[in-house]
């Protein structure tokens, strides 16, 4: 069976400095793999979005960057990170079958910067 | 371009009473549709996806959701709540153009259950 893994599950960060969020999948290949953001009152938000190694889309402009550096792996990043980062991040993947493939959600990572 | 509207940001239930969370969607085409749920601190779980098999779509836990066209509407029902159905509940579309299957997610109903 498929599962996807999320860390770090909760970190507080200062204004200005770095985010790396990581993400793996197992139990699949070639999957879609996505980055959301849920910020307070504002629902789930789509930040990027890859369909394979190095490929990635961005959705909204943002402090905020995504890498997919193998199959299976993808990383969230900021180089500095400001208050509006605030939320919780969801990694999700998808089969790569086309459209209406079912999205399959990590636990979340907690940010808060401060 | 596709959008979902949850009708309800929060909805209180007796224990045992019909759940009722209500979903719009707007699209010039029918998408695919899917419910998911959100217990405190959690990711996203699946309840049920409409795919266009069937109208009437059965999913985890004794939720189901009817797809009606002529209403663009995908509401999910539970006949009896329990405690344990208390979380958010989040309902999405995807374009059935869309390769990618990315999700557009409507702004999400809190469900209270009180004994």
């Known amino acids: 069976s498929q599962t996807i893994h999320q860390w770090p599950a909760t970190l507080v960060q200062p204004v200005g400095s770095p985010l790396s969020l990581e993400c793996t999948v197992e139990?699949?290949?070639?999957?879609?793999l996505y980055w959301y953001r849920q910020a307070a009152g504002r629902g789930l938000q789509l930040l990027f979005y890859?369909?394979?190694?190095?490929?990635i889309s961005s959705e909204v402009p943002q402090n905020l960057s995504a890498s997919r550096p193998q199959d299976r792996q993808f990383i969230l990043s900021s180089k500095k990170l400001l208050l509006s980062d605030s939320g919780f991040y969801l990694c999700?993947?998808?089969?790569?079958?086309?459209?209406?493939?079912?999205?399959?959600f990590g636990e979340g990572s907690w940010l808060t910067v401060v | 371009a596709q959008s979902v509207t949850q009708l309800g940001s929060h909805v209180s239930v007796s224990e045992g009473a019909l759940v009722l969370l209500r979903c719009n969607y707007s699209?010039?085409?029918?998408?695919?549709l899917f419910w998911y749920v959100q217990y405190p601190n959690q990711g996203l779980q699946l309840l049920l996806k409409?795919?266009?098999?069937?109208?009437l779509v059965k999913g985890i836990n004794g939720f189901e959701a009817e797809f009606k066209k002529s209403e663009t509407s995908f509401h999910l029902t539970k006949p009896s709540a329990h405690m344990s159905d208390a979380a958010e509940y989040f309902c999405?579309?995807?374009?059935?153009?869309?390769?990618?299957?990315?999700?557009?997610f409507g702004a999400g109903t809190q469900v209270v259950v009180t004994p």
């Open positions: 999700a993947w998808g089969g790569s079958g086309g459209p209406g493939n079912t999205i399959y």
């Open positions: 699209s010039s085409v029918p998408p695919y």
């Open positions: 409409y795919t266009s098999a069937a109208t």
């Open positions: 999405a579309v995807s374009a059935p153009t869309d390769s990618w299957g990315k999700l557009q």
């Open positions: 139990g699949t290949s070639n999957p879609n």
């Open positions: 890859s369909v394979g190694i190095g490929q």
